[in-house]
């Protein structure tokens, strides 16, 4: 148990971050385990809300793959993956943007708003905030990837003190819709907004150097040594694309990109306010 001395350390240690992040916008990339557990979701909630509070710029960026498989299996529609990937027919694609924005987004600002803060939810659509185009790939249906981003949107909600959350539909110029991975869309969007971090919740640790030892975390590296695990096959599977997505937001700016394990209760608080912090940053 903290006892008073550890919480006067950990409010103080705060401090200068809190003084350092004022007024800074900071791109939160939210799902996995932290979005499947209801004990988890209230802690990333709060933590969103306390980062508002501070004088911080939330944006919170989603996915829901299982909310997504729930409603498909309900509907009698067979999820398929290929290569990763959802495979996107139409009927899928009317339940992937039910979901996303009916279902998920606005469970999410309600959630926000009982704890204190005031969030607006908004798709790619919503004052054409994200372009589509396809991704490209033979026989996935309507996966996207992103074209261009319109930040003026967030900006402005931003400006009005809202905690803008956001779900990754958006549609082409001929206003067919695609479901673009949240990871890219937070990345992306992360660049267009000068933001100051990138933070991605995942269900590990963060980079590790031998994936089967979490002790082997990684908790400092800039993008020559990032490229170089990928290439060294170090980086691998599901986490391929989160590196690259870090690589490519930094490229364009941002400040430091950091993936976290949003398993752990406040991971958020924990990444940004502390010295030791608990996952991955990534660094130009």
């Known amino acids: 148990m903290f006892n008073a001395s550890d919480r006067v350390q950990v409010l103080s240690e705060a401090l200068p971050y809190i003084q350092s992040f004022a007024g800074r916008t900071i791109v939160v990339k939210y799902g996995g385990a932290a979005m499947k557990d209801s004990a988890l ?6 933590d969103v809300v306390f980062m508002a509070c501070v004088g911080l710029r939330p944006v919170l960026v989603h996915g ?7 409603w498909l299996e309900k ?26 924005v009916g279902r998920v987004n606005k469970e999410l600002v309600s959630l926000i708003n009982q704890a204190g ?11 054409k905030l994200l372009m589509a185009r396809p991704q490209g790939e033979s026989g996935i249906g309507f996966v996207g990837e992103v074209a261009t981003v319109n ?6 909600l931003l400006e009005g003190g809202h905690i803008p959350i956001v779900s990754s539909v958006a549609t082409d110029e001929e206003g067919q819709v695609y479901n673009i991975n949240a990871d890219t869309v937070a ?38 040594y990032a490229r170089q695990l990928i290439e060294e096959q170090v980086v691998a ?48």
């Open 41 to 46: 979701k209230a802690t990333v909630i709060r």
């Open 64 to 70: 829901g793959g299982p909310e997504i498989n729930l």
């Open 75 to 100: 509907l009698g529609i067979e999820p398929q993956f290929m290569n990763g990937l959802r495979v996107t027919d139409a009927p899928t694609m009317d339940v992937v943007e039910m979901v996303l």
């Open 117 to 127: 803060g005031s969030a607006v939810g908004v798709c790619g659509k919503d004052g």
């Open 151 to 156: 930040p003026q949107l967030i900006h402005n």
């Open 187 to 224: 990345g992306e969007l992360a660049a267009a907004l000068d933001a100051e971090k990138l933070i991605l919740l995942t269900d590990t640790p963060g980079i590790l150097q031998d994936f089967q030892d979490p002790a082997s975390l990684i908790h400092k590296l800039d993008i020559r």
């Open 237 to 284: 599977g599901g986490m391929i694309p989160k590196v690259t997505c870090c690589i490519r937001s930094l490229a364009q700016g941002i400040q430091a990109a950091h993936i976290i394990d949003g398993r752990v209760p406040h991971a958020l608080l924990l990444e940004i306010f502390t010295d030791a912090g608990i996952g991955s940053m990534i660094t130009a």
